[in-house]
């Protein structure tokens, strides 16, 4: 059973950094797209930085930057480090596992964490 379970978030100030982490178990987990996406209240769910299988990376243009995603294999866990955190930045962050092809749309995702939520203050 494939499981992704995130952490990290929580509460800062404009301008402040958060490393979010995301726990994988129960697949080969190198060979799946892995991304971040965030949804915001009232707003659909958007990507913000994905990894594909070969360890090419995208970004949404309103974090290039800013935001950085990485992997360590060894320990099943997909990271993103987010500096200069923007109140806009504020929505609760996913953490996603697929078979792309293009590892970025929602509907290339199979498998889902439970979400962890960011606040950045004015």
């Known amino acids: 059973q494939v499981q992704l379970v995130e952490s990290g978030g929580g509460s800062v100030q404009a301008g402040g950094s958060l490393k979010l982490s995301c726990a994988a178990s129960g697949y080969t987990y190198s060979s799946y797209c892995m991304g971040w996406f965030r949804q915001a209240p009232g707003k659909e769910r958007e990507g913000v930085a994905a990894?594909?299988?070969?360890?090419?990376?995208s970004y949404a243009d309103s974090v290039q930057g800013r935001f950085t995603i990485s992997q360590d294999n060894a320990k099943n866990t997909l990271y993103l480090q987010m500096n200069s955190l923007k109140p806009e930045d504020t929505a609760m962050y996913y953490c996603?596992?697929?078979?792309?092809?293009?590892?970025?749309?929602?509907?290339?995702?199979?498998?889902w964490g439970q979400g962890t939520q960011v606040t950045v203050s004015s």
């Open positions: 996603a596992a697929g078979d792309g092809p293009l590892c970025w749309y929602p509907d290339e995702y199979n498998y």
């Open positions: 990894m594909d299988s070969d360890g090419s990376t």
